[in-house]
């Protein structure tokens, strides 16, 4: 099992509350964040495989695998900070997925994941600014640019799920 840093909130929502509050990160601060956009991947195929739309799928699945490769992305952002990348967890080594319960797709949680989507470019960007490396910086910034793709690809879910209502 995947280990969590020093005084990580324990659950996947506390961690999403938390991280959104982070100003300027400290490493146990970004590999959290590897754990969550880890299990953000998780989460977002779980919501495609409950859809019934094939566009719907198709566009949560798109930002699963966003979600992995950011983690990937702030793995490196790590090494580039302190010389060694922290592993990215497997689904099954994730401890934020551990008892976790996939939420049912709805237009509210697709809305509110929206606005966690457009704050975590906002969240990335004051990332970039505050860390001192300008390779880590630029890794963050391509993770920022695309959470604010995420939100636009889940208002599109909203709106088919409107529609749909």
């Not at 551990?98 to 990335?124: C, D, H, I, Q, R």
Request: net charge negative; hydrophobic share 40%.
């Amino acid at each position: 099992m995947h280990t969590f840093p020093a005084n990580a909130p324990k659950d996947l929502y506390e961690a999403f509350a938390y991280i959104g509050s982070v100003t300027r990160p400290t490493i146990d601060d970004l590999k959290l964040m590897v754990i969550l956009e880890a299990a953000g991947k998780v989460m977002y195929d779980e919501l495609a495989a409950g859809a019934a739309d094939p566009k719907i799928r198709a566009l949560l699945n798109d930002s699963g695998r966003d979600e992995l490769a950011h983690a990937w992305r702030v793995s490196r952002a790590i090494g580039k900070l302190i010389g060694t990348d922290y592993s990215v967890p497997a689904p099954e080594e994730n401890p934020y997925l551990v008892g976790w319960v996939k939420p049912e797709l709805t237009l509210e949680l697709m809305n509110s994941l929206a606005e966690t989507e457009f704050a975590g470019e906002a969240n990335y960007e004051r990332w970039a600014e505050s860390c001192g490396n300008a390779e880590a910086s630029q890794l963050f910034r391509q993770n920022g640019r695309e959470e604010a793709s995420h939100g636009h690809r889940l208002k599109e879910v909203s709106e088919l799920l409107a529609a749909c209502a």
